[in-house]
């Protein structure tokens, strides 16, 4: 068995800044992809950046240049740093990660419960 488990979100201003974690940890042999999605209320989740193992990065157009995806391998954390931040992204965060469990296995996909971001305007 696989946890994510997101911490880092809250209640922030408008312009400010929060970095989120995403711990992982049971049977994990590799972590490939990491990515970070969002949900807003009454709209569906959207995926906001992704991290490889190798550490190539994208971004959702909506987050490009204001937020930084990395990866801690040996701690098998992922953060999503974001600076700037807007009423807009207020929104539930999750985390998701493709995990090979065994030397043998695939890798299959893993969610979080999600941290609340709120930012006030």
């Known amino acids: 068995q696989v946890q994510l488990v997101e911490s880092g979100g809250g209640l922030v201003q408008a312009g400010g800044s929060l970095t989120l974690s995403c711990a992982a940890s049971g049977s994990i042999f590799s972590i490939g992809t990491m990515a970070w999605y969002r949900q807003a209320p009454g709209k569906q989740r959207e995926l906001v950046a992704t991290?490889?193992?190798?550490?190539?990065?994208n971004y959702a157009d909506s987050v490009k240049g204001r937020s930084t995806i990395s990866r801690d391998n040996a701690k098998k954390i992922g953060y999503l740093q974001m600076n700037s931040l807007k009423a807009e992204d207020t929104a539930v965060y999750y985390c998701n990660s493709d995990v090979k469990s065994y030397r043998g296995s695939g890798y299959y996909g893993y969610w979080g419960q999600g941290t609340q971001v709120t930012v006030s305007s």
């Open positions: 991290i490889t193992s190798g550490g190539n990065t």
